[in-house]
T-cell receptor, first 116, second 116 residues
């Protein structure tokens, strides 16, 4: 079955330190990969995506993500965290095969807490 | 409009009543998705449409839930005989179909449903 896993419910990091939010997936074919962010009492905002090409993709607010096909991972990273990065982060995969072509699968979300 | 819109933004209803939630996708987006999110939790997939047909209805929690899409545009999610456990934020998203153009989902602001 297609699935996306975010193994950490919560990640705590000090401001100025690098952060990583993990995501692995189990989706057949070569799916498209995404990260979304949800700030408190706000809707989901698109951060970045991997479609093809370079494994390191850059997105909004200084975030980047590294695609690793052999490990089926797409971890979100930022070199220096800000308190304002504190939010709920979702990894998502878009299925491009079979009957559920175009369906998106979301991870369970990781709450990022950046402390001053 | 420029983005996905949902109405109403808030809905308070009494247990046992029926409610209708509306989603207007971005013009030209042929795929439309419904999700449910409890406070601070992950996204629960409900249903998605390709045009007017729904390839996957597996996420609908019970037969009290139904959704339709007409004209390849507006979608309505109907909950009959609402229960308190239906209280949540209902999110709608849309995307293009296929592998050209933008690839991500665009989310609406959600409808917050409270069942008393």
């Amino acid at each position: 079955a297609q699935s996306v896993a975010q193994p950490e419910d919560q990640v705590n990091v000090a401001e100025g330190n690098p952060l990583t939010v993990k995501c692995t997936y189990s989706v057949s074919g070569n799916p498209y990969l995404f990260w979304y962010v949800q700030y408190p009492n706000r809707g989901l905002q698109f951060l970045l995506k991997y479609i093809t090409g370079d494994n390191l993709v850059k997105g909004s607010y200084g975030f980047e993500a590294e695609f690793n096909k052999s490990q089926t991972s797409f971890h979100l990273k930022k070199p220096s965290a800000l308190v304002s990065d504190s939010a709920l982060y979702f990894c998502a995969v878009r299925d491009l095969t079979g009957y559920n072509f175009n369906k998106f699968y979301f991870g369970s979300g990781t709450k990022l807490n950046v402390k001053p | 409009g420029a983005g996905v819109s949902q109405s109403p933004s808030n809905k308070v209803t009494e247990k046992g009543k029926d409610v209708e939630l509306r989603c207007d996708p971005i013009s030209g987006h042929t795929a439309l998705y419904w999700y449910r999110q409890s406070l601070g939790q992950g996204l629960e997939f409900l249903i998605y449409f390709q045009g007017n047909s729904a390839p996957d209805k597996s996420g609908l929690p019970s037969d009290r839930f139904s959704a339709e899409r007409t004209g390849g545009s507006v979608s309505t999610l109907t909950i009959q005989r609402t229960q308190q456990e239906d209280s949540a934020v209902y999110l709608c998203a849309s995307s293009v179909t296929g592998t050209s153009g933008s690839h991500e989902q665009f989310f609406g602001p959600g409808t917050r449903l409270t069942v008393l």
